[in-house]
């Protein structure tokens, strides 16, 4: 059983990649905060705890890969990089600008410690897959980690990925679906017929879990179970878009939407970590 | 040690031979291992043969994945399905990370797609690579050049698209003539009245066209520009320096290939009549291979015809 110290301290750090996302956010006057949000306990469990990586080199041929799929969200990814030391946090205040280290979305020859480059939805599982595939050609104990949207799944490229996954069995491979139940345009369920989620994966053969996204005891012992299994693994987070913020929770407007000074300030007391350092 | 016939058979067996000396080369397929004639490599390299299923979008994607762990592979497929149906992968995930993957595109222009008709014919896969930064793009004439070809674009870095065809390329190269990526070949020099400018699996015709040309009293200058990208600017500012008109041709839609590469050329360092042989824009239809670039525009006349039309332009 997880200590409860460790639990302590994975949520003190979540706080502050959140309270990143919204400076980060707030200081460019463009991003993506709900979605950041949502995966932000996701990120921190896997940089903070999971991935086996070297920050001192970020290109290292072993290390655990990981892909944000659902691009969009990469505030969070940017905060958990530079909160690991693969580049400044004053980097930060780049976010989206001309010359910057930190795009737009995620891009892997720019940024130091993002694997893949993400942002046109879908693509990250299948690249996935790629890695996973290599891992096992040059016989690696690396595992892939990637982090699929809910919406982003209603791409058939995702289904392709799916099959080609099991046929290889990759055991290496584990999948979160980040299930915050909306998407640009509105609420997964009004507009598509995806749901449920989890029968998908199932149908196409994969080990199945489902969890809450921001239980971090949860996260951790469904990647525990994941890693034992004979084949690829997804775990299913039901999360809370805009989550750690109660005036973001749940509301879509923040999908992509900039943080007034009021609303940063109001981040800083809810999340109360250091919106400078 | 030269055993293939065909352009298919000419990239497995480049494979096979580069495989021998690096375990870095893979083949991923979406179910085209028969279509590129590439069995022989699944069997000795199993574990090298990537199988993704009918979804070419997929493959582009799983490639760019093994590219960013080291390794080499070729993603090998219809022309249209890799760049049209996967062109965002290739674009996005490929060639904006300058990724290591090879794409071999077959069954290119109307002669490769021939019979099956317009779905299967691909007349623009060479506009939409060469529109996408850092990709390099090349189309050989012949199923030798094919085999140097591989082994050529194997050997750099960064991501290629190679046009190979479907099993009626007429050799028009001895087995032996190397394939020198990035610049242009002089195949015929019967003097300078036009350039010739050709690429692909139509290269037999332009070299027939030439010879008629001769016959009557027209001297070309032939050159084999199989790289589109990067273009030899050099090589065809000297050539068009020296003709002061000239003819492109290729089995590709008159937008977006050799047509436009060589009209950039002239037009950034050396003005000169250009006349365009190609699919004039319109859907092709089935047919037999050397019927359906007769009907549409690539006829050997039609060449010749092209030739005395921008010598009558010229200055």
């Given amino acids: 059983m997880l200590e409860t110290n460790s639990v302590a301290k994975l949520q003190k750090i979540a706080n502050q990649l959140r309270l990143d996302v919204v400076k980060m956010v707030h200081d460019a006057k463009d991003g993506h905060p709900g979605p950041a949000l949502s995966a932000a306990d996701i990120i921190t469990t896997l940089y903070f705890r999971e991935l086996n990586i070297d920050p001192s080199n970020p290109k290292w041929a072993d290390r655990d890969r990981f892909i944000l799929s659902k691009g969009h969200a990469c505030p969070a990814l940017y905060a958990a990089l530079a909160r690991k030391g693969y580049f400044s946090v004053e980097e930060f205040q780049g976010l989206r600008g001309l010359g910057c280290l930190l795009q737009g979305h995620p891009c892997m020859k720019k ?20 890695m996973a595939i290599a891992a096992k050609y040059r016989k690696k104990s690396y595992n892939t980690f990637v982090i699929l949207g809910d919406g982003e799944i209603q791409e058939g490229i995702v289904w392709e990925a799916a099959m080609c996954a099991k046929r290889y069995q990759l055991n290496n491979l584990i999948v979160f679906v980040d299930h915050n139940g909306w998407q640009s345009g509105g609420q997964v369920k009004d507009i598509s017929g995806l749901l449920p989620i989890l029968p998908k994966w199932e149908a196409f053969g994969w080990h199945c879990q489902t969890i809450d996204g921001h239980d971090f005891t949860q996260i951790i012992t469904a990647i525990d179970t994941a890693k034992k299994t004979p084949g690829p693994s997804v775990i299913i987070a039901k999360t809370i878009k805009g989550k750690g913020l109660p005036y973001m929770e749940n509301d879509n407007s923040w999908h992509k939407r900039v943080p007034t000074d009021a609303e940063l300030a109001v981040a800083v007391e809810a999340l109360g970590g250091n919106a400078n350092a | 040690m030269l055993s293939y016939k065909g352009t298919r058979e000419a990239f497995t067996k480049a494979l096979i031979d580069l495989s021998a000396e690096d375990d870095r ?7 085209s291992l028969k279509a590129m004639r590439a069995t022989p490599f699944a069997d000795l390299y199993p574990d090298r043969y990537i199988e993704v299923g009918i979804a070419e979008q997929n493959a582009v994607a799983v490639a760019a994945g093994l590219a960013s762990c080291g390794l080499v592979p070729f993603v090998a497929t219809y022309g249209g399905f890799i760049t049209m149906r996967a062109c965002e992968q290739l674009r996005t995930f490929v060639a904006y990370p300058h990724l290591n993957v090879k794409f071999i595109g077959i069954n290119s222009g109307i002669f490769g797609g021939e019979r099956e008709g317009v779905t299967h014919q691909f007349f623009e896969d060479l506009g939409i690579v060469r529109s996408i930064p850092g990709i390099t793009v090349v189309a050989p004439a012949d199923e030798h050049q094919v085999y140097h070809a591989v082994k050529a674009i194997a050997n750099i870095d960064g991501p290629v698209y190679l046009r190979a065809g479907n099993g009626r390329e007429h050799v028009v190269y001895d087995q032996d003539a190397p394939f020198d990526l990035g610049k242009i070949r002089v195949l015929k020099e019967y003097g300078t009245d036009v350039a010739l400018f050709a690429n692909g699996f139509i290269m037999n015709r332009a ?17 084999d520009v199989h790289t589109l990208k990067p273009i030899d600017v050099e090589g065809i500012t000297k050539i068009l320096a020296k003709c002061g008109a000239a003819v492109t041709v290729e089995d590709h839609n008159i937008i977006g290939g050799l047509a436009d590469a060589v009209a950039k050329v002239s037009t950034d ?15 092709p239809g089935s047919g037999p291979a050397e019927a359906v670039l007769d009907c549409y525009g690539m006829a050997v006349q039609d060449i010749v015809t092209a030739v005395k039309t921008v010598l009558s332009k010229k200055r």
């Fill in chain 1, 111 to 130: 940024t130091p410690g993002v694997d893949m480059t993400s942002g046109s939805l879908g693509n990250g599982l299948s690249i996935g897959v790629g």
């Fill in chain 2, 207 to 223: 070299l027939e066209a030439a010879e008629i040309l001769n016959a009557q009293g027209i001297k070309v200058t032939l050159a």
């Fill in chain 2, 25 to 31: 080369f893979l083949l991923v397929s979406p179910d």
């Fill in chain 2, 269 to 283: 360092h050396c003005p000169a009549p250009i006349g365009r042989i190609g699919l004039q824009d319109v859907f």
